[in-house]
């Protein structure tokens, strides 16, 4: 029976992870029985912190090793705590502290802008420097309550109101979280996919399995410029390859049916949905878009490379269905640009330019949903950076970095 190393000392941890990973012949040891003690978790993102971990406790055990971050986002406040959650009110915070933190920031907050949400990353990695890290996420969607309800769970389960439950993650029986929970979405995903990571090859650049390609998602408000960039990108990478949507709006007249969209009718686009054909799909401004599942899974099982360019909707359906994805998320450099950008491709009415750009804040809000952040200030350097995120090299560009947070500050006012 293989051994893997769990990067934690946490006993419920061990005990969940470990019975579903037991079917495929799989042993979980916490680091603790090798005495190893974490590392500072200094990573922007939970995906830092995850890979962080695990390839910690590889290196320091020689195994294979498994790890998870989590934590809580919540809008009104930037997506913070994120991964500062447990350290939310300083270092050797309790839970009790970090949750009072956390309601007083939220002090006098109307409640349909406390929506907030739970995440989890598990990383598992063959060896430290194992270049095809295995990622399984999960997100728990719900809101702040404004007293602490309940005595079960921890962390910010007393305060955290599950999406369509009346009881909070603390009121909740044991069985019902864990079905339901972030960690749990994870976990499932890790172990439907376990047969095929275990035994993998060991070929291929980072978060592939086997000889399968990438799949980048791109995001970003309405004149951001994310469509010359990603334009600009293949350009400059012919290997990668866009996944071409389908959507009811009408055809512009610089636009070529099959390279920009799919143009298709209402009705068309309607039995699409009801045969499950697509991947994903939102209406945006009173038209649908969507991208087919079929040509995606095609070119990844070839091992091609594709970026989908799509709106943050679409992004949160393609990350729950394929978790080991990367995806990005284009801000402009302040709302001016983005207005002056929407008028200036004389495209749209003056009626649907103010709609996108009223929209815009709303879209914008979204950016901590988003593994990296690339600010399109300029042009040459977006590009640039898309392109360090594609080759493995974009750590710098995690969402979550500290010198965000003036810019969001502005573009959210």
Not at 62 to 78: N, T
Not at 124 to 138: L, S, T
Not at 150 to 155: A, E, L, N, T
Not at 300 to 316: F, M, N, S, Y
């Amino acid at each position: 029976m293989k051994r893997i190393v769990l990067a934690s000392g946490n006993t419920g941890k061990l005990r969940e992870i470990g019975a579903l990973l037991a079917p495929y012949g799989l042993t979980l040891l916490p680091q603790s029985a090798f005495g190893i003690t974490p590392p500072p978790e200094t990573g922007t993102t939970f995906l830092d912190n995850a890979l962080l971990k695990a390839r910690y406790a590889a290196r320091a055990t020689g195994l294979p090793a498994l790890a998870d971050d989590s934590g809580i986002e919540v809008d009104a406040l930037l997506g913070r705590p994120g991964v500062h959650s447990a350290r939310f009110a300083g270092e050797g915070a309790s839970d009790e502290d970090n949750l009072r933190k956390l309601l007083a920031e939220l002090e006098g907050v109307p409640e349909e802008r406390r929506q907030a949400r739970y995440q989890c990353v598990i990383a598992w990695v063959r060896r430290h420097d194992d270049p095809q890290p295995a990622i399984a996420r999960g997100t728990w969607e719900g809101r702040i309550v404004r007293a602490p309800r309940g005595s079960g769970g921890f962390g910010y389960d007393p305060i955290f109101l599950p999406a369509g439950s009346r009881r909070t993650a603390a009121e909740l029986d044991p069985a019902e979280k864990n079905a339901a929970s972030h960690r749990a979405q994870a976990l499932r995903t890790l172990a439907s996919d376990a047969r095929a990571l275990f035994g993998r090859s060991s070929a291929g650049p980072p978060g592939r399995s086997g000889n399968r390609g990438r799949l980048y998602v791109l995001a970003a408000p309405s004149g951001a410029g994310k469509t010359s960039l990603v334009r600009a990108v293949l350009t400059r990478m012919p290997a990668l390859q866009l996944s071409v949507s389908h959507t009811t709006r009408p055809q512009r007249p610089t636009e070529v049916p099959g390279r920009e969209y799919y143009f298709v009718t209402v009705a068309e686009f309607e039995r699409m949905v009801s045969e499950g054909c697509f991947l994903e799909h939102a209406r945006v401004f009173d038209n649908y878009y969507g991208t087919a599942r079929a040509p995606v899974e095609e070119k990844l099982a070839r091992g091609k490379d594709v970026v989908l360019e799509i709106d943050w909707q679409g992004a949160r359906q393609v990350r729950a269905a394929m978790p080991s994805c990367l995806t990005v998320f284009v801000l402009p450099p302040s709302r001016a640009s983005l207005e002056e950008r929407l008028r200036g491709r004389a495209t749209d009415s003056a009626e649907v330019i103010a709609r996108r750009l009223r929209d815009a804040v709303s879209d914008m809000s979204r950016w901590n949903e988003f593994d990296y952040v690339v600010v399109n200030d300029d042009f040459e350097r977006a590009v640039a950076d898309l392109m360090r995120i594609m080759e493995g090299r974009g750590e710098a560009l995690a969402a979550g970095r500290p010198e965000l947070a003036p810019l969001l500050e502005r573009l959210l006012a």
